[in-house]
C-alpha cells in the first residue's frame, strides 16, 4: 500500500526448502489481497530462516530486518542449503523460537516437515512439552506437513497446544492449496486486542472470589474499535 517492505519467513526441513517458495509465494498474494480487500497494511518486517535436517542451521543469530541487502542474503543462505541426514523437529522449534522476543506484536512460526523426529528429542510428548517451554511470548504455530511418514499426532498437537493449525500435503500435491486457508487464520481473526471486564466479583490475594451480585454476574468482552 505505501510501498514499504514485509519480511516473512517459513521454518523447513532442509529437504523442502525448493518447495517452501510455492509457500511463501501463495502466502504473498493472500496478504496482498487482503490489504487491497480490508484496506489496512501488514506490519511484518521481520524475519528468519531456519533449515534443518540432523543439524539445526539458522540463517542468521536473530530475527532480521528486511530490505534489499538481507534478502540478497537469505536467498544466497538458502542457496547453499543441502538436504541431508535425520530429521530434527526439536532442535528446529527450539532454535525458532528462541528467536521470538516481542510479546507486544503478533508471532508467528510456519513449520514444515517430511518426517518423523529421528536426530535430537525424538520422544513425541517430550518435544511438545519442550516446545511449551520454548513458546514464551504466546506465538502461533502452524504446522504442515508433507508426505505420509510424519507423526500427525505430534504436529496436530503442537498446532493445537500454540493456536495454529495443521495441514497435510499430499506428495503430488501443490503445497499453494494448504497454505491458502493460513490467509484467513493470520490476517482475518474473529477479533483483535480483546479485553475481559468481570462485574460481581471481588478479589483477593489477587485471586477473584464471587460475591452475591444484586444481579446475575455479568461477563462482557470489550473489543476496541
Known amino acids: 500500500m505505501s510501498g514499504r517492505c514485509a519480511g516473512l519467513g517459513i521454518w523447513v526441513r532442509a529437504a523442502y526448502i525448493a518447495k517452501s517458495g510455492h509457500a511463501l ?25 531456519v533449515a534443518y ?11 532480521q530486518k528486511y530490505d534489499d541487502e538481507t534478502r540478497k542474503s537469505a536467498l544466497a543462505f538458502v542457496d547453499g542449503i543441502y538436504a541431508g541426514g535425520s530429521t530434527n523437529i526439536d532442535g528446529a522449534m527450539t532454535t525458532a523460537l528462541a528467536m521470538i522476543k516481542d510479546d507486544t506484536r503478533p508471532n508467528y512460526v510456519l513449520f514444515l516437515t517430511d518426517g518423523l523426529p529421528t536426530a535430537g528429542e525424538t520422544n513425541e510428548a517430550k ?3 519442550n516446545t ?19 507423526n500427525s499426532r505430534l504436529l496436530d498437537r503442537i ?12 506428495p503430488d500435491e501443490y503445497i499453494e492449496s494448504s497454505v491458502r486457508p493460513l490467509r484467513s487464520h493470520i ?11 468481570v462485574e460481581g466479583a471481588a478479589s483477593t490475594d489477587g485471586r477473584a472470589t464471587p460475591r452475591a451480585p444484586q444481579s446475575p454476574t455479568t461477563v462482557a468482552a470489550v473489543f476496541p474499535a
Open 132 to 150: 511449551k517451554q520454548n513458546n514464551k511470548v504466546r506465538t502461533r504455530i502452524s504446522s504442515f506437513g508433507v508426505g505420509y511418514e510424519v
Open 53 to 63: 535436517d540432523s543439524a539445526v542451521e539458522s540463517f542468521k543469530p536473530e530475527l
Open 187 to 197: 490476517t482475518t481473526p474473529v477479533c483483535t486486542d480483546a479485553g475481559v471486564t
Open 127 to 129: 518435544i511438545a512439552q
Open 25 to 49: 509465494h501463495a502466502l504473498q498474494l493472500s496478504m496482498a489481497w487482503d490489504e487491497r480487500r480490508f484496506g489496512r497494511e501488514y506490519d511484518l518486517d521481520v524475519f528468519n530462516i
Open 159 to 170: 498446532a493445537r497446544d500454540h493456536f495454529g493449525q495443521c495441514d497435510y500435503v499430499r
